[in-house]
């Protein structure tokens, strides 16, 4: 594998024989999954995915193909668990300064915010370059997404005519929503999201594997990344499972009073895989007044903003620090003639082995602090070590929300503000809603 956990950080606030009293616990949590008797057992498709979706591989790599030789860009529409995967495998193997040209397109995001200055923006940017786009939601029915959708479609037809279908990839639900409506009444050619998938469970199914077998990058190998941990994380000792050992960590470091999580990076280019991370578990734990606060932080960026309440502040918090034990690229600091800006004494290191420094010192500084860390190795940032990261991580959400006693597989919170949203904006259906909230303003 190329991914494993290291937890002695964290046997300074938990002892050995609390982790042994959850060791039961996460054994049945993780028998409760593969059993598919327990709360949520609807939504467990994600759980043999990887298999099942290298079948789909070849199509969504032909599909691929087509959209490199034909578009500057590729814009993904989607909110939530329909572009966070995606957008977080992309940008790990995404240049930070990246163009868009025909080959090698450049993938964008639209309809996760609803800024009129973003979208503007957007039609601006694809002034002059062709496009495809790539329409995402499982319900189909989500508010953010179909605005942008109806503002991008507008201006494809502007642009393409009556070939504007020809340029827009639907992936939806196979029966229900309007757009399922609009594909079949349009002819847009579309991928399903089987009923048994969840939006955040949802990266390797076509909702991720379209954009990012776009973006360049073998979805075979991150597949079979995933394939490897599917399998490794079907046993029931927590000395070689790592999903059961990270989830047994946070409930005995969450029953401690450490009640928030944070995902830290070194490198940029992970960004997002800690934005995805925050939707899986926050959506998935977060409930019946339970559940650890998914934060994330990007080092040593944020040591200068967030660094001083980590180090000092309310001590509830623990981190998770990915660590990437080799990087892609050698940047070597020269020896000066002059040594005006002092740094000579860091002459003939790389980068990388200066930003692990920077991630030792702080780990042990946090630890002094009061600040449990786990540390997740990662040998190296390839197809198959994201392709397994992703699936520990989806494992461990599972395990980890059972053993908490929630339903990781339900998110009835996320309608709350969608019903307001609704009725405030006029919506059919919501009038009594509407008159009942606009008394309380
Ligand atoms: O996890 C979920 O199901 C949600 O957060 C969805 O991902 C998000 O709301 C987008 O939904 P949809 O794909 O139906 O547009």
Same mark, same amino acid.
């Given at each position: 594998m190329s991914l494993s956990l290291n937890y002695k950080n964290t046997l300074k606030f938990i002892n050995e024989y609390e982790m042994g009293y959850l060791e039961s616990s996460a054994v049945e949590a993780n028998k409760l999954l593969h059993s598919k008797k327990g709360a949520g057992n609807k939504f467990l498709g994600w759980l043999d995915l990887p298999t099942k979706a290298l079948k789909e591989a070849d199509k969504i790599n032909k599909l691929a193909k087509e959209i490199r030789e034909n578009a500057d860009v590729l814009v993904v529409i989607g909110i939530g668990g329909s572009y966070l995967g995606s957008r977080a495998v992309i940008d790990a193997f995404t240049s930070n300064f990246s163009e868009a040209k025909k080959g090698s397109p450049k993938v964008i995001f639209a =309809?996760?915010?609803?800024?009129?200055?973003?979208?503007?923006? +957007?039609?601006?940017?694809?002034? @002059?370059? $062709?496009?495809?786009?790539?329409?995402?939601?499982?319900?189909?029915?989500?508010?953010?997404?179909a605005i942008a959708f109806r503002l991008l479609k507008e201006y494809a037809e502007l642009r393409y005519k009556g070939d504007a279908k020809k340029r827009i990839i639907a992936t939806t639900d196979k029966k229900r929503g309007a757009l399922?409506?609009?594909?079949?009444?349009?002819?847009?050619?579309?991928?399903?999201?089987?009923?048994?998938?969840? =939006?955040?469970?949802s990266v390797l199914t076509p909702v991720?594997? +379209?954009?990012?077998?776009?973006? @360049?990058? $073998?979805?075979?190998?991150?597949?079979?990344?995933?394939?490897?941990?599917?399998?490794?994380?079907?046993?029931?000792?927590?000395?070689?499972?790592?999903?059961?050992?990270?989830?047994?960590?946070?409930?005995?470091l969450y029953n401690k009073g450490f009640t928030t999580e944070i995902m830290v990076n070194y490198v940029p280019r992970m960004f997002y895989i800690s934005e995805w991370w925050k939707q899986l578990y926050g959506e998935s734990e977060g409930k019946d007044n339970k559940?650890?606060?998914?934060?994330?932080?990007?080092?040593?960026?944020?040591?200068?903003?967030?660094?001083?309440?980590?180090?000092?502040?309310?001590?509830?918090?623990?981190?998770?620090?990915?660590?990437?034990?080799?990087?892609?690229?050698d940047l070597s600091i020269k020896t000066a003639d002059s040594d005006l800006d002092g740094l000579n004494y860091l002459s003939g290191l790389n980068m990388h082995e200066i930003n692990k420094t920077a991630l030792e010192a702080t780990v042990l500084a946090h630890i002094d602090g009061g600040v449990p860390n786990i540390i997740l190795d990662v040998d190296k940032i390839t197809a198959s070590s994201i392709g397994e990261l992703i699936y520990f991580f989806e494992k461990a959400c599972g395990i980890s929300g059972y053993m908490l006693g929630v339903n990781p597989f339900d998110q009835e919170g996320v309608e709350a503000y969608k019903?307001?949203?609704?009725?405030?904006?006029?919506?059919?259906?919501?009038?009594?809603?509407?008159?009942?909230?606009r008394g309380r303003k």
């Open positions: =309809g996760q915010n609803m800024s009129g200055q973003y979208h503007k923006e +957007l039609i601006e940017y694809l002034d @002059g370059k $062709d496009f495809y786009i790539n329409i995402i939601s499982k319900s189909g029915t989500t508010t953010e997404p399922k409506t609009m594909s079949t009444e349009n002819k847009y050619r579309t991928f399903v999201i089987e009923d048994d998938i969840g =939006g955040r469970f991720g594997l +379209l954009p990012i077998a776009v973006a @360049g990058i $073998d979805i075979v190998a991150l597949l079979n990344g995933a394939i490897k941990m599917a399998n490794v994380t079907k046993g029931d000792k927590f000395q070689k499972n790592p999903a059961m050992l990270y989830a047994m960590l946070r409930n005995a559940g650890i606060f998914p934060a994330a932080v990007n080092f040593s960026t944020d040591l200068h903003s967030l660094g001083q309440y980590i180090q000092d502040g309310r001590r509830n918090i623990f981190e998770t620090v990915i660590s990437i034990n080799k990087e892609n690229v019903k307001n949203m609704f009725a405030l904006l006029g919506k059919k259906g919501y009038e009594d809603l509407a008159k009942e909230l």
